[in-house]
C-alpha cells in the first residue's frame, strides 16, 4: 500500500478544504437573489397580513401591488393602501421581546384608528410570548387610536389593560416580558421614531378634510332682476 507523506497529507487537505469553500461561495451567491426575494416576499405577507389579506409567498408580490403603494416622509417609510375603497396607512414597528427582535404593522385609517395588525417575532417562547402572532391578540389593536386632540400619543400593552381606554391593549397572557417588548416598541415608533411622520399624517388628513368641506359649502343663491 502505497504510504504518503505528512507535508502531502497536509498540503491535500488545505486544498480539499478550499475547494469545498470555494464551492460553498459559489452555491450561497447564487441562492442569495433567490434568498433575498423570498424575505421581501416575507415582508411583503406581513404588510398585507395588516388589511387582512392573505397571499402565498409566490403571490405577495402581485397581490401587494395591488393595494400597496411603498412612500416617504422626511427619510421616514411607510406605506398606504386602498383596499375595497378604503384608504389608510400602514407603518412598520420594530423591538427587543424576550428571546430576540419582534416586529408589527399597523394599519391606521386616515383618522389614524387602527384598522388592523400583524405582529412577527424570531425567537419568543412557543406558547408565550409567540402568542404575540396569534390573530386574537393582533384583534385588540382595532379601533385603538394614536391621537388624543392635538396630540399624537403611544399605544399602551400592559396587563388589565381599560378595554374602553382607546390607547391601552390587553398583554399577552403568559407572555410578560413580550408584551414588556411590545409596549416599548410602541411607545418608541410613536413617541419617537415616527412622531414627526404621525403629525404629517394627521395635518394631511386635516387638510383634506378641510378640502371636502369646502368644496361641498352651500353656495349662496342669487336671484335674477
Do not use: C, W
Not at 130 to 144: C, N, Q, T, V, Y
Not at 161 to 169: F, L, R
Not at 201 to 213: H, I, K, M, P, S
Request: no cysteine; glycine share 8%.
Amino acid at each position: 500500500m502505497k504510504k504518503f507523506s505528512n507535508t502531502y497529507i497536509f498540503i491535500y487537505s488545505i486544498a480539499l478544504v478550499v475547494v469545498v469553500a470555494v464551492i460553498l461561495s459559489v452555491v450561497s451567491l447564487s441562492l442569495k437573489p433567490y434568498q433575498q426575494k423570498n424575505q421581501a416576499n416575507e415582508n411583503k405577507q406581513l404588510v398585507l397580513g395588516a388589511i387582512g389579506i392573505e397571499a402565498g409567498l409566490n403571490e405577495a408580490e402581485a397581490v401587494y401591488e395591488q393595494y400597496i403603494t411603498e412612500e416617504e416622509f422626511n427619510g421616514m417609510k411607510y406605506f398606504s393602501f386602498n383596499k375595497d375603497g378604503q384608504e389608510g396607512y400602514i407603518i412598520h414597528f420594530d423591538g427587543k421581546g424576550l428571546q430576540d427582535s419582534i416586529f408589527a404593522y399597523l394599519a391606521f385609517d386616515k383618522n389614524l384608528v387602527i384598522t388592523g395588525a400583524k405582529f412577527s417575532h424570531r425567537a419568543e417562547t412557543p406558547g408565550l410570548g409567540a402568542k404575540m402572532a396569534d390573530p386574537d391578540f393582533a384583534a385588540k389593536f382595532i379601533g385603538k387610536s394614536v391621537v388624543e386632540g392635538a396630540d399624537i400619543v403611544p399605544i399602551i400593552v400592559k396587563k388589565n389593560a381599560n378595554k374602553e381606554n382607546i390607547h391601552e391593549v390587553d398583554a399577552i397572557s403568559g407572555g410578560t416580558r413580550t408584551s414588556e417588548g411590545v409596549n416599548n416598541m410602541f411607545n418608541d415608533g410613536i413617541s419617537q421614531t415616527y412622531l414627526e411622520l404621525f403629525k404629517h399624517l394627521q395635518d394631511q388628513n386635516g387638510a383634506e378634510e378641510a378640502t371636502v368641506e369646502s368644496a361641498v359649502e352651500p353656495q349662496t343663491e342669487g336671484g335674477n332682476e
